[in-house]
Every structure is written in structure tokens, then in C-alpha cells.
């Protein structure tokens, strides 16, 4: 069964650096947002990942569209939880699966123990 997900690009970058923990994550349908594709284009730069270009080809058709509601909902769950440390791409990311009904597939500690989240150690 496939599910979907929005994926953190903490997960992106597990998957293209072959984590063995995420393999069961790679026939899911990917859902990302412009924040994370920026994430994304940094992160494989940083890496100096030989196939950079196809690779930021292939995620760009995943980017769906992020509604204003959800970045201000957003932005007031990261004030309350700024002790968390939480970055704004996660945020927006957080409640843009919330909105959308799915789970949010990250790695990132800051949201192991939060609802509505897949976490998935490294």
C-alpha cells in the first residue's frame, strides 16, 4: 500500500544517502513545498552531489503550494515552542501535512515526540 507523506529534507537527504531506515518510504507518494525544495537545493550543493541538477529536477514535480492560513497557523506553533528550537521550513512543513490529512516524515529530533509525525531515526 502506498501512502503519502510531506517529507523533511532531513528524510529527502536520508533517502538520497541510502538510510537503510527509509527504504520503506520509497514507493510513498512525496509531497514537498518550496521551503523544503530550497532545503534541498542547498543541502545537495553542500554534498556536491554529482547528479544535483537531475535530482532537483525530479523533486521539483512534487512541490505542491503552501495556503498563507497555514503559514501564520505555523508561525504561531513555532512562538510557542521557540524553546524547541524548530526552524520555519519544519514548521510550515508540519502543518502543511496537518492540513492536508497526512504525516509528516522527518527525522529531525526536535519532532519525535509530536503527533501527526513520522519519525524515523538516522
Sequence with gaps: MTNTFVFD??????????????????????????????????????????????????????????????IKESMKFRYKNKSKNLSITDCVSFFMAKSLGIKFLTGDKEFENIGDVEFVRK
Excluded at 520509497?26 to 514537498?32: H, T, V
Excluded at 512541490?63 to 497555514?70: D, N
Design 9 to 70: 529534507t532531513y528524510a529527502l537527504v536520508e533517502i538520497i544517502n541510502g538510510n537503510r531506515n527509509y527504504i520503506k518510504y520509497l514507493n510513498d507518494k512525496i509531497i514537498i513545498n518550496n521551503f523544503i525544495f530550497a532545503e534541498l537545493c542547498y543541502a545537495l550543493e553542500k554534498m556536491k552531489y554529482p547528479d544535483a541538477d537531475v535530482l532537483t529536477q525530479a523533486y521539483s514535480n512534487f512541490i505542491y503550494p503552501i495556503k498563507p492560513s497555514i
